[in-house]
């Protein structure tokens, strides 16, 4: 059973990501996303070295930029008539007891819904799931914390069918500002339990687990400008939006990912 799922460019950016890994963690201003390489610090890391990650995978990935800072990615591919889709960022102390999140982790879902760590038997399973919701998935080692500290949590029926999921990881080096942060992403919930808070459950249990089982300071959140739910979904565990972004610069015309 593969590790990577999706197209083969899919699969080819999953592999490439989890094989970079080392070379990411100990080089200044890379990160990982899974999906493709990015930078929390395009300084450090270098505009030559981000220009051979774009022309090999036509994308390359930015994480927690100023509005400043994505003003300068954008006039510097525009020679390339590139693309740069943003997602608004979003944070919360983790040092701080956070009420919203003590009490939906207190409450069980209801009746017929079991929340738990998706073990890697349920990785495959997971990421399938999350292909058929329009999230791109990482690989079953990343999403299972075999490449650096992370993990994936999934609510499941009876009859087990995933019906919500969701993943928290710590994907910055040693040298990042966000060193300390934990990333929470790949939040779906099933079409057809929409409206029953499984996805703020999902995203609750996170945030629980990125302090009590990574050890993180403090984790942060995206949502595109237009996806009023998910934005929502992260206020309501009490992240609040703050004036950063994360963006993907393209030389396609489509969103790398909803």
């Not at 890697?120 to 799931?129: D, G, I, M, N, V």
């Not at 339990?193 to 609750?204: H, M, Y």
């Not at 396609?252 to 990912?257: G, H, Q």
Request: aromatic share 8%; with cysteine; net charge neutral.
């Amino acid at each position: 059973m593969s590790d990577y799922f999706g197209t083969p460019e899919n699969q080819r950016l999953q592999r490439k990501s989890d094989e970079l890994t080392p070379w990411i963690m100990k080089t200044p201003g890379a990160c990982v996303t899974g999906r493709l390489m990015a930078s929390d610090d395009f300084e450090a890391l270098g505009w030559e070295t981000i220009r051979l990650h774009l022309k090999e995978d036509d994308a390359f990935g930015f994480r927690w930029m100023s509005p400043h800072q994505e003003k300068v990615i954008e006039a510097e591919f525009s020679d390339q008539n590139a693309n740069c889709f943003s997602w608004g960022g979003y944070e919360a102390d983790l040092a701080e007891e956070r009420a919203e999140v003590k009490t939906l982790c207190d409450v069980p879902p209801q009746s017929g819904f079991t929340l738990r760590r998706a073990k890697r038997e349920k990785l495959k399973a997971t990421q399938f799931f999350l292909s058929e919701n329009g999230i791109v998935p990482l690989s079953m080692a990343l999403m299972g914390g075999q490449v650096v500290p992370a993990l994936t949590n999934i609510i499941e029926t009876d009859d087990n069918k995933i019906v919500a999921a969701g993943f928290v990881g710590m994907l910055q080096n040693q040298f990042s500002k966000l060193a300390d942060c934990a990333w929470m992403g790949l939040i779906a919930t099933d079409q057809s339990c929409r409206g029953q808070g499984l996805g703020v459950k999902i995203s609750a249990s996170l945030i629980r687990d990125a302090k009590v089982s990574l050890n993180a300071k403090w984790i942060v959140g995206f949502a595109a400008p237009d996806n009023v739910a998910s934005a929502g979904m992260l206020q309501r565990v009490g992240m609040r939006a703050r004036d950063r972004v994360s963006c993907v610069v393209t030389v396609k015309s489509e969103r790398f990912t909803r």
